[in-house]
């Protein structure tokens, strides 16, 4: 099992921007994909951005553009940089990691440890 814990949400203008982390501990993330996955209230947790080995990179097609996801396997850490923020980008996020290979990143019932999660909340 891998510990996973986020930090850098905040409370931020529309059209601002945050550096979100996701740091590991008991294992290294670096074969890892690694997901980021965000929960507004009332609504169900849902897909946001991926990484794979390799550095293959995957975006919900509502953050495409905005949010770009990247890791440091020196630091064993994924980041997701998030910009141009807009009120309904409100939601806790999470980091999460496959620690197997699956076919895909965008469900959450395909990754096996999640982190705490940070809360980014976007009004003026």
């Known amino acids: 099992q891998v510990q996973l814990v986020e930090s850098g949400g905040g409370l931020v203008q529309p059209g601002g921007s945050l550096r979100l982390s996701c740091v590991a501990s008991g294992r290294t993330v670096s074969t890892y994909t690694m997901g980021w996955f965000r929960q507004a209230p009332g609504k169900e947790r849902e897909f946001v951005a991926a990484?794979?080995?390799?550095?293959?990179?995957y975006y919900a097609d509502s953050v495409k553009g905005r949010f770009t996801v990247s890791r440091d396997n020196a630091k064993n850490a994924v980041y997701l940089q998030v910009t141009s923020l807009r009120p309904e980008d409100t939601a806790v996020y999470y980091c999460?990691?496959?620690?197997?290979?699956?076919?895909?990143?965008?469900?959450?019932?395909?990754?096996?440890?999640w982190g705490q999660g940070t809360q980014v909340t976007v009004s003026s």
């Open positions: 999460a990691a496959q620690r197997f290979f699956r076919s895909s990143v965008y469900s959450k019932a395909q990754y096996d440890d």
């Open positions: 990484i794979r080995v390799g550095d293959r990179t």
